[in-house]
């Protein structure tokens, strides 16, 4: 059924009038009269009753044209929301993220944005490992992901962007010596041990800006009771960086 037939007679049905629908359709009221007579024979039904001088919809055409406005709305509505689409107005994003992303606000200031300015998109969260969302990426299972750098092996068609950098910051306990102190120095650290989260392959995300600090760093093995974290000898207060990962060529 085309949707050409529908609008005829939806026009015509609202002014029983077949002059006047075919100036309103802007075409010539013979063509439109074709128009609805191929409709009804399409439908098996007799839609509308005419005589010279009067048009009236049947019972059946009642009913008809209340079906053939919803059917036009749809229509427009399915065409609208493909538009959206198509303009990166509506539909969802998936984004991976690692652990200790949250804790830098960036989620949070990104979905507020979304909110106000495509309310129609839907931001779907996923706690992914970064080499776990690199594959994720490739697969076509993530549209984007936020890690921490550094990153090894980054596959072909994956590009990254660094989008925030953060300071370090040292916790101690407050009997140590160091706490009495408002900045401590890479040196100041020689001695002490460092206590480092490990990502899943067993590297910590801050391995590359621990050993560039102090080339001398050594490593301890994790405990059996903890295989979580490892503890590395100094280190340096420096900066780390939070990055975004995406297919090459994605908006």
Not at 55 to 83: M, W
Not at 209 to 222: D, L, M, Y
Request: charged content about 25%; aromatic content about 6%; some cysteine.
């Amino acid at each position: 059924m085309d949707l050409h037939h529908l609008r005829y007679f939806v026009a015509v049905a609202e002014r029983l009038h077949f002059a006047e629908a075919a100036e309103f359709l802007h075409v010539s009221q013979p063509g439109l009269s074709q128009q609805i007579k191929a409709l009804e024979e399409e439908v098996g039904v007799l839609l509308l009753k005419r005589t010279k001088r009067t048009v009236a919809l049947t019972e059946a055409g009642k009913y008809f044209l209340e079906e053939a406005k919803l059917t036009l709305e749809h229509a427009e509505r399915a065409k609208i929301v493909a538009q959206k689409v198509a303009r990166g107005k509506l539909g969802t994003i998936r984004i991976g993220y690692v652990h200790s992303v949250p804790f830098s606000g960036l989620l949070a200031k990104l979905a507020s944005v979304f909110r106000k300015c495509a309310a129609g998109i839907h931001l779907e969260f996923a706690e992914v490992d970064a080499c776990s969302q690199m594959a994720r990426i490739v697969e076509g299972e993530l549209d984007l992901g936020f890690i921490r750098l550094p990153l090894e092996n980054v596959p072909p068609g994956i590009a990254v962007k660094t989008v925030m950098v953060e300071k370090m910051l040292l916790a101690l306990n407050k009997d140590n010596v160091l706490a009495r102190k408002k900045k401590v120095a890479s040196a100041d650290l020689r001695n002490e041990q460092l206590v480092l989260y490990s990502r899943p392959d067993g590297k910590s995300a801050l391995d590359e800006h621990v050993r560039a600090s102090q080339p001398f760093c050594g490593e301890i093995e994790p405990s059996k009771q903890d295989r979580s974290s490892k503890i590395y000898f100094a280190g340096k207060v420096s900066q780390t960086e939070l990055s975004a990962v995406k297919r090459t060529g994605a908006e």
